[in-house]
């Protein structure tokens, strides 16, 4: 699933896209934002840490952060477009609506051994932020201490170049996701939501 969608440019996918239910309820109500640092699990989970732009007391952070941690100063509105709708054209399926079809309503013609699929019936929402200068030269100054709190009060057990700070998002209320390969081409395979 996710090597298949990475190859769309629109960031991380995540097999699992809610937030954790350990999480302050703050932070599940939002989701995932602009500024949080975190990891992907190996179930296709964000294992969120803290956000760079919230005080170590606010909520989300709960307190729960590196040592010696300060935000940085948040970024300009103007630097966030006005949340976008997003469609993209450029992908070779042929989408069919039905009504004869039990239990879906979305049929996707498969005519290729391997890929994925990911149905947002209602669309998807993208916040992204253009300008990530501060972002770099302040997640440069302090990863390494990040990884020491994250490798140590959080227990993780990092690799370096396993973190992400997150630069954009994009959201939808609604999705359906599936993955196939070794599937033979003929005849067409199928997949419905």
């Known amino acids: 699933y996710c090597s298949q969608l990475l190859r769309q440019g629109r960031g991380f996918p995540l097999y699992v ?10 932070y599940r109500r939002k989701g995932v934002s602009i500024g949080d640092v975190g990891r992907v699990t190996p179930e296709g989970i964000f294992d969120f840490f ?5 005080p170590a007391e606010h909520p989300i952070n ?23 709708c997003v469609h993209r054209a450029g992908f070779e399926l042929c989408l069919y609506f039905t009504s004869d079809f039990p239990g879906g309503d979305f049929i996707f013609d498969c005519n290729a051994p391997r890929g994925a ?20 030269r302040y997640a440069s100054e302090h990863a390494e201490s990040w990884y020491k709190y994250i490798n140590g009060a959080r227990g993780r057990g990092l690799a370096n170049g396993s973190l992400y700070l997150v630069t954009g998002c994009e959201k939808s209320r609604s999705w359906g ?8 081409t003929e005849p067409t395979f199928q997949l419905s939501f």
Do not use: C
């Open 177 to 184: 996701m599936a993955a196939f390969q070794d599937v033979t």
């Open 17 to 26: 896209p809610g937030p954790q239910r350990n999480l302050p309820q703050e």
């Open 50 to 54: 803290f956000n760079i732009y919230l």
């Open 62 to 84: 709960a307190n729960d952060v590196p040592e010696n941690f300060y935000p940085l100063t948040q970024y300009f509105p103007r630097d966030v477009p006005p949340l976008r």
């Open 117 to 136: 699929v990911l149905a947002l019936p209602h669309g998807s929402q993208l916040t992204k932020l253009e300008n990530l200068e501060h972002m770099r």
